[in-house]
């Protein structure tokens, strides 16, 4: 098994904080506590060796990561460590002067969520009232800023209907991108995964409006497609291969090959505070557990698309199988498949809504407050 020289790419999740409550969240349902996250020179650490390691971009993430008062800082750190920086916010919170600070450390470029097109349907989701009008004043400052300015839009059963509306609003705020993302049901978005799943007819008609969106604008803003992977029967090159091309910094420090694999067992995750991130990339049994195609099991390890697709997700495996060395289920020629199957076939058109449990720290609060709010 040959290790990947160096990764592309490093999530640093900042802080689990975030002001919003997103059912679809992909952080732990046991979220880190603020007392417990790296302090601002750890931070500087971290993307002092990454640089010297190779990544060379990095996603200044959370949570909120606004929500920390050394961004700047930490920006700084990345800029100087020769990383390309991207801030993935709520928009909640971010006002002209903090932007231009961010800007002057080094900021590239801002990704932006948003939950629906719709005012009340986007807080509704968010689970935070006004977080629509926050979310537009800050994709104004961003473009009055001059940074390239993405939006991020999770889709699941209560917003994939409205895709059109969500591609419009792009236009008029004058995005370059605008990610559309099926939920991945890890963390939150796993324990919501049965109000969440959206119907084969859904995603049918998501996709057509997709293409037709795309061939009706005139190149911008970009429209990513990030496909679903309970109703193909194709699993999907996770995180493009287990420590292939990027890693996760977790608040505490910990590092992990995606930001899901806290959930698998016996791990054993390193953490920053312990180890140098070469050490990390190059020697972890964290890193090497799933590398390559030797821990393969079959149908996998005789499978001509083990080095395209690598057995897909470790993390989805083991949640659906309780065995992360499985194929995963969403591939159809796994002996598990009929698991992933069944949560399909349970996802009726027409349905009413299921209730979904809200994101929070420290309690899970269910809430079940319905389309029209
Ligand atoms: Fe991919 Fe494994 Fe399925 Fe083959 S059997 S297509 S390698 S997940
Ligand atoms: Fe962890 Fe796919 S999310 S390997």
């Known amino acids: 098994m040959s290790v990947p020289a160096s990764p592309w790419a490093l999530l640093a999740e900042l802080t689990h904080a975030c002001p919003l409550h997103c059912p679809y969240c992909s952080n732990p349902v046991d979220l880190t506590r ?25 996603h200044l993430s959370g949570g909120e990561p606004l929500l920390r008062s050394d961004l700047e800082q930490i920006t700084t750190a990345a800029e100087t460590a020769g990383i390309y920086t991207q801030l993935v916010t ?32 986007n807080d509704r989701i968010a689970g935070r009232p006004s977080s629509f009008t926050a979310k537009e004043k800050a994709a104004a400052l961003v473009r009055d800023a001059g940074l390239p300015l993405g939006l991020n839009v999770v889709l699941h059963r209560e917003n994939l209907d409205a895709i059109d509306a969500v591609i419009d609003l792009g236009v008029v705020w004058d995005v370059d991108r605008i990610e559309l993302a ?16 959206p119907t084969p007819g859904q995603l049918a008609r998501a996709r057509d409006t997709v293409a037709r969106r795309r061939a009706g604008l005139p190149g911008r803003p970009e ?30 420090g910990t590092v992990l090959p995606c930001p899901a694999a806290a959930s698998l067992p016996d791990l054993d995750p390193p953490n920053v505070l312990d180890h140098p991130l070469d050490w990390i990339w190059h020697r972890s049994p964290a890193f090497n557990r ?15 698309m083990r080095t395209r697709d690598f057995g897909g997700c470790r993390c989805q495996a083991y949640a659906l199988t309780g065995d992360a060395t499985h194929t995963d289920p969403a591939c159809r020629l796994s002996p598990d498949h009929a698991l992933v199957r069944s949560l399909v076939e349970h996802s009726e058109e027409g349905a009413p809504p299921k209730p979904w449990v809200y994101r929070r720290a420290g309690r899970r609060a269910r809430r079940c407050p319905g389309p029209t709010g």
């Not at 603020?34 to 390691?53: C, D, I, K, P």
């Not at 006002?95 to 932006?112: K, P, Y």
């Not at 990513?224 to 493009?240: I, L, R």
């Not at 590398?291 to 996998?300: L, S």
């Open 223 to 252: 429209l990513v497609w990030v496909v679903p992977d309970h109703f193909d029967g194709v699993a999907k090159p996770c995180m493009g291969g287990w420590g292939a091309v990027s890693l996760t910094v977790a608040p505490d």
């Open 290 to 304: 799933y590398r390559g195609t030797d821990w393969m099991t079959e149908p996998c390890r005789s499978c001509d």
């Open 182 to 197: 099926n939920t991945q049901f890890y963390g939150w978005g796993l324990l919501n995964r049965t109000a969440l799943l």
């Open 90 to 121: 709520s928009g909640v919170g971010l006002d002209a002067d903090r932007l231009a600070a961010l800007a002057d450390a080094g900021l590239r470029s801002v990704q932006l969520s948003v939950q629906a097109a719709d005012p009340r349907a």
């Open 34 to 58: 603020r007392s417990r996250e790296l302090g601002t020179a750890h931070w500087a650490e971290v993307m002092r060796q990454a640089g010297e390691l190779g990544v060379v971009h990095t």
